[in-house]
Nanobody, 118 residues
């Protein structure tokens, strides 16, 4: 069974930085994509950024230039470096892992809270 373990959330002032990490364990197929989604109170979950194990990235316009996604394939770990944080970045951030080999597989982490406030 695949499990995703997130870390790195917390409280930060506007303009500050945080780095989220998500480590996947279990049997993982390739090719796959890992990424981050977020959900603010009263809003739908939205894409933040994804990255395939081949290095292809997809980043939401709202965070382009401020957030960077990367991964270590040997460790099955994805990172989200968040700079120049704004109050509107406040949300629960969820890690996601998907692949299509042998049928569609979609896994989620438990979420980590990011709060941007002075």
């Amino acid at each position: 069974q695949v499990q995703l373990l997130e870390s790195g959330g917390g409280l930060v002032q506007p303009g500050g930085s945080l780095r989220l990490s998500c480590a996947a364990s279990g049997t993982i197929a390739s090719p796959n994509a890992m990424g981050w989604y977020r959900q603010a109170p009263g809003k739908q979950r939205e894409l933040v950024a994804t990255i395939t194990d081949g290095g292809y990235t997809n980043i939401a316009d709202s965070v382009k230039g401020r957030f960077t996604i990367s991964r270590d394939n040997d460790k099955n770990t994805v990172y989200l470096q968040m700079n120049s944080l704004k109050s509107e970045d406040t949300a629960v951030y969820f890690c996601n892992l998907v692949w299509a080999q042998g049928g569609y597989h979609d896994f989620w982490g438990q979420g980590t809270q990011v709060t941007v406030s002075s």
